[in-house]
């Protein structure tokens, strides 16, 4: 079967870092027990997003994607079947949503009024966007075309749209708005991967944009690169790195931020560094911390007296750990992590990531916010449009645990949507029919020029009555 299918893939602060313990605390998730079987419970009549799954996840260890992959090295994977045992019950559109966990960060920005302070907070952001990838090596479902998913969240004040757009090549694109008009966040993925031997590359091409209402800002940047390593032998694990700018529209000022790979020793694993200039071209703050743990800002001048301080001391240090260094082994084993982030004297705490739940390792390593996002809730399925991922019945079978048995589900509905999605095409081909999309189309970015998809509303007035038949 030529299944087409992509493998993919704390409270903000200005203050100083004597109150670096801050936390967020995520408001969707409470206090109470859930069920037995995963789903939400309800406690004097309010309704409670659940904290785990139904079905704990399946061993990998029987399972082999050398013979899938042994000829695509250097290939894009496009094209490529994946078993469903290495995917999570997430559609990719799903994935995406992800960006806003940490959507107190933006309402932040749209607080402050300095215009660096804005800048400072929208980096933490974007950086916050992809802390969800930590560990997260399965991969999610690739959506079908024409597949949608929404959430509203009133408790952290927006809502959000997405539809894949795109099947060749496969593209989602994603709409947020604040539901008190303060910001708005879009933008469209075509994830390109590729195998190298022994790990996964993925580039999420597209523009993310971060529009602040109020102030009458529009921030633009891209995502960094991510790769899992070890694909065919050894643990799995992930790095992200690349350069990655966000550019300030309306004041001209720029923040550049690096994505460390984690080196030969792993001491840069994680690292994320950077700066703020104005345009003038005047570095104004330095970012530094992890993408995996939290983000500071300190002024420049400290920062500089920092690392030649730090230099100074390092030195006879880094002269020994060459005369130990090691020979290649097989698998690109992970370096244990050298440090947490060491916090410079006067930095301001931008963001630290929320603690994920005790079970996360036996739930897929999803954050508390993930649980949810596959949730049914109480007559929510009378709402979603018929194309919403919640209700794919792979995945839902995925997420109940019927994978991997005799009737092994998830992988039956897969292969049943996949062959119905084909069949589709190929009846718009007979009759030279070109898919058009639901609520996005293809347009140009007003604040970068380029080609983008972009929302044109509607979907929240609740009429589905033209939507694709694609379940």
Not at 84 to 98: C, D, G, K
Request: glycine letters at 6%; aromatic letters at 10%; a negative charge.
């Amino acid at each position: 079967m030529n299944s087409e299918e992509e493998f993919y893939d704390a409270e903000t602060g200005l203050e100083s870092d004597d109150s670096c313990e801050v936390s967020f605390k995520d408001a969707l998730v409470f206090d109470s027990k859930p069920g037995t079987d995963g789903r939400a419970t309800q406690e004097n009549g309010v309704w409670e997003r659940r904290k785990t799954l139904p079905a704990e996840m399946i061993s990998r260890n029987n399972f082999s994607v050398w013979n899938i992959l042994k000829k695509c090295i250097g290939m894009e994977l496009s094209k490529i079947a994946m078993p469903v045992v290495f995917n999570e019950p997430l559609s990719f559109l799903q994935r995406i949503s992800e960006y806003m966990e940490h959507t107190h960060l933006i309402h932040r920005a749209c607080s402050l009024s300095d215009s660096i302070d804005r800048m400072q907070v929208v980096a933490a952001f974007a950086v916050s966007a992809v802390a969800s990838q930590w560990e997260r090596t399965g991969k999610p479902f690739n959506p079908l075309l024409g597949e949608t998913y929404e959430l509203t969240r009133e408790d952290e004040g927006y809502r959000l749209i997405s539809e894949q757009v795109s099947h060749h090549p496969p593209i989602s694109a994603f709409h947020a708005q604040s539901l008190k008009q303060e910001f708005e966040f879009h933008g469209s993925i075509y994830p390109k991967l590729k195998f190298w031997g022994k790990s996964v590359e993925a580039e999420p091409k597209g523009t993310m944009t971060l529009e602040l209402l109020k102030h009458k800002e529009a921030y633009t940047w891209t995502n960094p690169l991510c790769c899992v390593h070890n694909i065919i032998l050894g643990k799995l694990w992930i790095e992200q790195y690349g350069t990655v700018e966000i550019m300030n529209h309306s004041t001209g000022e720029k923040c550049v931020l690096t994505f460390k790979p984690c080196g030969m020793f792993g001491k840069e694993l994680h690292k994320v560094e950077g700066y703020i200039q104005d345009k003038s071209k005047k570095k104004r703050r330095v970012i530094y911390g992890k993408w995996t743990e939290c983000m500071y800002s300190v002024d420049p001048k400290v920062y500089d007296s920092y690392k030649k301080s730090e230099k100074k001391s390092s030195g006879d240090a880094k002269k020994l750990r060459q005369e130990h260094s090691a020979d290649g082994e097989d698998a690109d084993e992970m370096p244990e992590v050298q440090e947490t982030v060491t916090v410079i004297p006067g930095s301001a705490l931008l963001w630290r990531i929320t603690p994920r739940p005790a079970h996360s390792a036996q739930m897929y390593n999803f954050t508390s916010f993930a649980l949810t996002l596959n949730e049914l809730e109480p007559g929510m399925e009378r709402l979603l449009a018929p194309t919403d991922c919640r209700l794919r019945p792979d995945i839902r079978a995925m997420e109940n645990g019927d994978i991997g048995r005799q009737t092994d589900s998830a992988s039956t509905e897969k292969e049943r949507l996949e062959e119905k999605q084909r069949a589709a095409r190929r009846e718009r081909s007979k009759d030279e029919e070109e898919w058009s999309t639901r609520w996005f189309q293809l347009g140009t970015n007003p604040h970068t020029g380029a080609e983008d998809w972009l929302y044109t509303g509607g979907y929240f007035d609740r009429n589905y009555s033209d939507c694709p038949n694609i379940y």
